[in-house]
């Protein structure tokens, strides 16, 4: 008659096989191989896990491994104290060492993890690429802003001066407009509110100088210039760029195989790779506000297009073969 080993000591003896350097799976295949055993006479004793009558024994449990196998651990109850006493059959369901197998397994994640095979002869390398491009989009930024009393009289002529401002944006398909924040604030004189500050921007976008000067400087008879600003275009952007990439992967490989050359290696294989890109481009130029009564106030803005330097920048780790 097949007898079944009680939960505790398949506890105890997956936990041994585990600190003797069993993986989870393995381990857990020796306890089922325990189990299943005709006439199992597994024990978990403080020093050897004896395998079935006339098998191998296996070796002794080292001095940290006590705790695993010991029959009174410190903390342990009174029914784990007799792991190692055999019980009747019937009384472990079909399911039990499913259920002990998975609770085991999630106590082996917490175990830590194996060390990683360390590696050897890995160099890091940096390389960059370059180029100056046209710059063929300007962006405008306006501002509307009043202060008034009452909140409300103060939005009413912001409201109206942007409203205005974008009716004869919309008059020029070159330009795209566009609203930004719209802010209002309190304005306190002798600690006490004194009126409302109310503030609206615009932002004018567009390849054609002309025209985006023009409207600017009509614009300025109720909106004030904020800033300028000149840039890459998409298109143009993303031209450049794709040749960048090529040129800077072209110095990485190449420096890569001087690297390797140097080192008298055969040559090398990439661990990993980072292509990132970038651009060194002046900021915007902020515009100082100018009263809308004054004689230039609605002259057109000198607008100087440029040129801005787009990078590209290939960094990564490769390693030396023999």
Known sequence: MNETLDRATLECLFRAEHARGRDSVGALATVRRMDAAPEPTWTCS????RGPTGSRPSPPVSRDSERVYGR????????????ARRIGPGTHRSGSLLALALALLAWTLQAPAHESTPSYDRVTLRVSAEASAENDVQVIRLYAEHQAERQRDA???????????LERAERVPAIESRTLAYRSSPVYRNQSLAG????????????DLE????LAGELQERLAIESVRHQVGADARRAVEEALVEEAIA????????VAGHFGRSGYRVV??????????????????????????NAA??????????????????????
């Open 155 to 165: 939005s009413s002529r912001v409201n109206a001066a942007v409203r205005w401002a």
């Open 46 to 49: 403080r020093r050897v896990a």
């Open 251 to 258: 110095r990485f490989r190449a420096r890569a195989e001087r």
């Open 301 to 322: 803005p000198s607008l100087e297009a440029g040129t801005t330097t787009l990078t590209v920048v290939v960094s990564g780790t490769i390693e030396l073969e023999l």
């Open 211 to 214: 025209a985006l000067g023009a």
């Open 272 to 297: 990993a790779v980072d292509v990132s890109t970038g651009d060194r481009a002046p900021g915007p130029v902020p515009m100082r506000a100018m009263a809308m009564a004054d004689a230039g106030a």
């Open 196 to 207: 409302w500050r109310v503030r609206q921007a615009l932002e004018l976008e567009s390849t």
């Open 72 to 83: 009174r651990s410190a903390g342990t109850s009174a029914a784990s104290s007799r792991a």
